[in-house]
């Protein structure tokens, strides 16, 4: 059991690359997220997948797009990276239900040049 | 809309002292709140969440909480620090509902560090 993995772990992109961030967790649960850390700022909401065919835009969805391909895996692309994509990105999973866990990945470092 | 302010980013205690992690919430409905933990270069953690079960919340590795709603407070504590309690604590509020649409607000984090 895995748990919410990520890749990659860390990423140098030049502005104007392109990359998707890839998610997958095995513990059959409904809901994904993504989100991104900021010094100072907290995790900070960019998309999130109540269930499986749905997206929805969090807090900081501009610059971003996302999949969620099927119930284990949810990706996040940046389509034309900028400086201020630079941030530490995490994957999260939890079951429907609004008092359970969130269940978080290692995360993906990203610097944008 | 919900929220909570984390008072302190940084915050150092002596091995063997008191440790007192603040955070206050507003919520237009009663909450459910959760305290997490960050290690470096690592993934978040639960250490506990109020469900409105108890006020008074046990975690993980000796933390808990109370739950206090006329203060709209729910800090963090332990007896007594060790050395591998040094990492970043978010709180994180979320509506008490379940739509299936329900998301968590994270705090903006409070660091602790360990005097030894």
């Known amino acids: ?113 | 809309a919900q929220s909570v302010t984390q008072l302190g980013s940084h915050v150092s205690v002596s091995e063997g002292a008191l440790v007192l992690l603040r955070c206050n919430y507003s919520s237009s409905v009663p909450p459910y709140l959760f305290w997490y933990v960050q290690y470096p270069n690592q993934g978040l953690q639960l250490l506990l969440k109020y469900t409105s079960a108890a006020t008074l919340v046990k975690g993980i590795n000796g933390f808990e909480a109370e739950f206090k709603k006329s203060e709209t407070s729910f800090h963090l504590t332990k007896p007594s620090a060790h050395m591998s309690d040094a990492a970043e604590y978010f709180c994180a509020v979320k509506r008490g509902s379940n739509f299936g649409n329900e998301k968590l607000t994270f705090g903006t984090g409070t660091r602790l560090t360990i005097i030894p």
């Open chain 1, 1 to 113: 059991n895995a748990g919410v993995t990520q890749t990659p772990k860390f990423q140098v992109l030049k502005t104007g690359q392109s990359m998707t961030l890839q998610c997958a967790q095995d513990m059959n649960h409904n809901s994904m997220y993504w989100y991104r850390q900021d010094p100072g700022m907290g995790l900070r909401l960019i998309y999130y997948s109540a269930s499986e065919g749905t997206t929805d835009k969090g807090e900081v969805p501009n610059g971003y797009n996302v999949s969620r391909l099927n119930k284990r895996e949810f990706s996040l692309r940046l389509e034309s990276a900028a400086p201020s994509q630079t941030s530490v990105y995490f994957c999260a999973s939890s079951t429907r239900l609004a008092w359970e866990t969130q269940y978080f990945g290692p995360g993906t470092r990203l610097l944008v040049l």
